[in-house]
């Protein structure tokens, strides 16, 4: 598989929906790929990536940032809020604001910085115990309660159980984020990213389809 594959793949599906070419964005999850990796589609034109933790990512996304100009970097993992302000800095979009916590330290460091970057609420459609996300059950009060903070939610963000079809879950976000006037759906991966598009999603983020199998550090 290789970028190009996945961009028609996406473009594909989008036709198929009956979606505008073009409605959905391509995060390139990037997450513990070798840098020559990373390098090799900023080489092809591609600027959207996804990282799942802070830390990584300011080891690796300055550097490139020097070198290819309109990177747009997406923070796709939890967030703790000892590492907001960094998060802020460094990141165009985050995925994961999943806690009243989370989003009134964010809200502050808004204040503080002078911006914000785009926010999705992130919905565990499943329930799962072990597993970041608001429930849906509270999710219209806590999109409400981000509002009040004058927090830019764009939309919001799930990962269905690996053991469940997604499309139910995909369904379910969108029918959150429609009753609550949202835009955004960050929802789809590379296993499933085109039924992801035929409900809606915005954002599909995929990784070992463009990368290859993540390479795990020496411990």
Request: net charge negative.
């Amino acid at each position: 598989m290789s970028l190009h594959d996945i961009t028609a793949r996406i473009a594909k599906a989008e036709t198929n929906a009956g979606r505008l070419a073009g409605s959905t964005k391509l995060i390139a999850v990037s997450k513990v790929q070798p840098n020559e990796r990373v390098e090799a589609v900023l080489s092809e034109g591609h600027r959207c990536f996804g990282e799942n933790r802070v830390q990584e990512a300011a080891g690796k996304w300055p550097g490139f940032k020097e070198q290819f100009s309109g990177i747009d970097l997406h923070l796709i993992g939890p967030l703790q809020t000892n590492k907001a302000r960094q998060a802020m800095e460094l990141f165009n979009t985050i995925h994961s604001v999943d806690r009243p916590k989370l989003a009134k330290t964010l809200a502050r460091l808004a204040q503080d910085i002078g911006q914000c970057p785009d926010l999705f609420i992130q919905v565990n459609t499943g329930e799962e115990k072990q597993k970041a996300g608001i429930m849906p059950a509270d999710a219209d009060a806590f999109i409400a309660e981000c509002r009040e903070l004058d927090l830019p939610i764009q939309g919001l963000m799930a990962i269905p159980p690996v053991d469940e079809e997604p499309s139910l879950h995909f369904a379910l976000l969108a029918k959150i984020a429609e009753r609550n006037g949202l835009q955004g759906l960050s929802m789809g991966m590379s296993s499933d990213f085109e039924q992801a598009i035929a409900l809606g999603a915005t954002h599909v983020r995929v990784g070992s389809a463009i990368f290859g199998e993540r390479i795990k550090p020496a411990e």
